[in-house]
DNA sequence: TTCCCCTTATGGTCTGACCACAGTATGGTC
DNA sequence: GACCATACTGTGGTCAGACCATAAGGGGAA
């Protein structure tokens, strides 16, 4: 017989804990805001070591889903809560850091997700004035570094407008996955007169409620700033 | 003076540690398949216990980043991977679970991954075999459950003939994500024919290179497994 | 040469202790 | 009675040290 055996996952502690919070999670209608209980008092309930413990809540808080706060009273302890923001950047970070994933496929997957938002965001027409004061604050802005700051909060703006959480949360992990090179991109291009024609456009056809001339907005806007072919180191 | 004061992030030792391992990747251009360090040598490196080594390892595997191996020999350690895909299901399936999203938002998510991995997908024309697999295993299915098993294959089958792994990626955690509701929608249709009319209809389109069709296809098929307006509990 | 056992290095777990922090209770002061 | 400084207590954060299970490698015996 082969060794074709034993699935016989091995099962760490911490999994177990951490299966067990989950189940307490669904079986006790916990919501965001609701607390854990401690973690001496955790371990003694499942059996387990605290550091046991410490490991299953640190993955949690590693996923967004807990918040640990030292001292005493209603604030303290472990909180439920739900930001998954940080956890998919330094997912992101960290894959392209290990060359696991391609700037370009970042750059791709913005695509996507703001030409869609830009659709969204056109059909639902909420009120643009997040757009309006990030396109603003470009005006204002005194080098690539700011602007860049203030063109990711008109994109983010864009990606929030979707009504869609899971959408606007990723594209704000890209874009800050990908800042170094959007500063770089700047630079390239040094005039940001086109850019701002570029965002006046999406913005425009966004509260015309134009979705077909927002992706088309978009998808250019996106060409010209990342362009395909001599792709930069 | 107001209370504006201090951003004074409490920085815990673990994270130091984090910190502290991400820059010797970057530094010392570590790549997919090469060893750190052991948890007690890491710990007198960088002058902490083991036990603060231990949570930034748990992070990093939480991340998808690290696998540990016990154990003696090239196999044994913790060797740095990039398989982000049980962090993304984790992430969405917690995050759910707790409200943090709704979902329909997932449900978005997906119609917008796969309009957009089906364009790519007819527009570069890579061999559709793991499509005709899975919809031939999709016919020989006997339940919803098979038949949902192999309906996820071919869609991320989609995902993956778009070329980009973090498009796939999140595909495939949006799915296993949603699988319940999807059992209950193919329970809900009973008849598979018309989802196999769609599914073919999406392989033709790819394999003719016809992306407008292709999202079309797309498009009208979720619009039909997923129905708005009265949305299942 | 082959096989078995012992060694060794690794992650996994546990225990118990101490620290820093932040509410809370106490008691003294005005 | 109101107010404020102090001590108390419970929380997460960290540490040190021990032991276990595992699996590769080495060495000795058949």
Redesign the interface.
């Known amino acids: 017989m082969a060794d074709s055996w034993a699935p016989v996952k091995r099962t760490r502690t ?1 999994e177990e804990v951490l299966a067990q919070i ?1 189940r307490r ?2 079986e006790d209608g ?3 805001g609701d607390r854990l209980p401690g973690e001496r008092q955790l371990a003694e309930q499942l059996q387990v070591s605290r ?1 046991s413990v ?2 299953a809540l ?3 808080e ?4 807990l918040s640990s706060q030292v001292g005493r009273g209603p604030e303290a302890g472990a909180v ?5 923001g940080a ?2 950047t ?3 970070r ?2 392209v ?6 700037p370009a ?2 750059i ?2 913005r695509l ?2 703001e030409r ?1 938002a830009a659709e969204r965001a056109a059909l639902r027409g909420p009120d643009t004035s997040a757009l309006s004061e990030a396109l603003a604050a470009m005006d204002a802005a005194s080098g690539p570094e700011e602007f860049v700051e203030h063109d990711i909060a008109f994109h983010c703006a864009i990606a929030d407008a979707s009504g ?4 606007a949360v ?1 594209m704000r992990s890209l874009r800050d996955s990908v800042r170094p090179h959007a500063v770089q991109a700047v630079e390239r291009i040094g005039d940001t007169a086109g850019l701002r024609a570029d965002h006046q456009r999406i913005l425009d056809a966004i509260s015309a409620g134009d979705p077909a001339e927002a992706a088309r907005a978009v998808t250019d806007h996106l060409a010209k700033t990342y362009p395909p072919g001599p792709a930069p180191a």
């Open positions: 911490f989950e999670i669904a916990l919501r965001i550091s410490r490991e640190r993955v949690l590693t996923l967004g889903v439920l809560i739900s930001r998954p956890a998919l330094d997912l992101l960290l894959h850091g290990l060359d696991g994933l391609e496929e970042l791709e997957t996507m997700i869609f869609n959480r899971l959408i990723i």
